[in-house]
């Protein structure tokens, strides 16, 4: 299984971004957005889950801002990202795997992720 994310960039505050994430073979029952900032650690962003029915979740500093979607025709995973924050600055990672609920925003539950697109918010 390989992601591939992408769409990241430098952005000025209070502008958007829709980051991409390209899955190959394979469904996961729950597909994840996570962002590490320089010198922090990793981070739940978002995940989109299809477990008995289709759900998405957000982090708390993202929710209203970001949207999570997945079409899975096309095999790609997205990122909307509005009202961008300085804060917001990190390399986002797309992630794909199959966690118990009390895991679906850990990076422990998910097995296979992509190589990072790094976002930049100039204030």
């Known amino acids: 299984v390989q992601l591939q994310a992408s769409g990241g960039g430098l952005v000025q505050a209070g502008g958007s971004l829709r980051l991409t994430c390209a899955t190959s073979?394979?469904?996961?029952?729950?597909y994840a957005w996570f962002r590490q900032a320089p010198g922090k650690e990793r981070e739940f962003v978002a995940a989109?889950?299809?477990?008995?029915?289709?759900?998405?979740y957000y982090a708390d500093s993202v929710r209203g801002r970001f949207t999570i979607s997945r079409v899975h025709a096309k095999n790609a995973l997205y990122l909307e990202m509005n009202r961008l924050k300085p804060e917001d600055t990190a390399v986002y990672y797309c992630?794909?795997?199959?966690?118990?609920?009390?895991?679906?925003?850990?990076?422990?539950?998910?097995?296979?992720w992509g190589q990072g697109t790094l976002v930049t918010v100039s204030s």
């Open positions: 989109t889950v299809s477990y008995t029915a289709a759900k998405n």
């Open positions: 073979e394979g469904t996961f029952r729950s």
């Open positions: 992630a794909a795997g199959n966690p118990i609920t009390t895991y679906i925003s850990a990076s422990e539950g998910y097995r296979h």
